[in-house]
């Protein structure tokens, strides 16, 4: 009893600082409470901002949060997904994240490219955005970077360390910087 009435009572205290945070801030003070948010909040308070995760998703904590506009709407996590710790999510375009994916530690998922002020802007390196998709059942390995734009196939598996600039098919194992064919796997 005293148990669920601390839960509760934390779970109200982390909504009631988020929403502050929020009012005051914008979404990156609410990312950067994300940050430390303790692991079985870290869906609820994703939810709580427009995020689709389904409620079989392992989210570790220390999951960080990059360009939400307004809310987390641009993200959505399936049904028994796993994202790792200090997995960095860009959320300027969508990133939907499929069934039973395994999203892994350190991992990069970036939607857009854009240099700035940099005099690389005039010399062909425009803003671009893309949506990132991970089908289901999908491996992104640990410290893996999937830039804007890619679209990972259903079972495939992407070696740690990769930077993935091109769509993988599904049940395709990739590797390398850039990320190359490796092998297919057999369905199943």
């Given at each position: 009893m005293l148990g669920r009435l601390i839960y509760h009572f934390?779970?109200?205290?982390?909504?009631?600082r988020a929403e502050f945070t929020r009012q005051?801030?914008?979404m990156d003070g609410v990312s950067n409470l994300l940050y430390?948010?303790?692991q079985p909040f870290v869906a609820q308070l994703l939810r709580r901002y427009g995020a689709f995760v389904d409620d079989q998703v392992t989210l570790n904590s220390?999951?960080?949060?990059h360009n939400a506009q307004d809310s987390y709407k641009n993200l959505?996590?399936?049904?028994?997904?796993?994202?790792?710790?200090?997995?960095?999510?860009?959320?300027?375009?969508?990133?939907?994240?499929g069934?039973?994916?395994?999203?892994?530690?350190?991992a990069v998922i970036l939607t857009h490219l854009d240099v700035g002020r940099s005099p690389l802007k005039n010399r062909g390196y425009p803003r671009q955005e893309g949506g990132v998709m991970?089908?289901?059942?999908?491996?992104?390995?640990?410290?893996?970077?999937?830039?804007?734009?890619?679209?990972?196939?259903?079972?495939?598996?992407?070696?740690?360390?990769?930077?993935?600039?091109?769509?993988?098919?599904?049940?395709?194992?990739?590797?390398?910087?850039p990320a190359r064919f490796i092998k297919s796997i057999a369905d199943g």
């Open positions: 934390f779970r109200l205290s982390l909504f009631l005051a801030f914008g430390n948010c303790p220390l999951l960080i949060i959505s996590v399936g049904e028994g997904c796993h994202i790792g710790r200090l997995v960095f999510l860009d959320l300027t375009q969508p990133i939907t994240i069934a039973r994916a395994t999203i892994s530690m350190g991970i089908d289901t059942g999908a491996y992104i390995g640990a410290c893996s970077i999937i830039l804007h734009g890619v679209h990972i196939g259903e079972g495939a598996l992407v070696a740690a360390g990769s930077l993935v600039r091109n769509d993988v098919s599904p049940y395709e194992v990739v590797g390398g910087i």
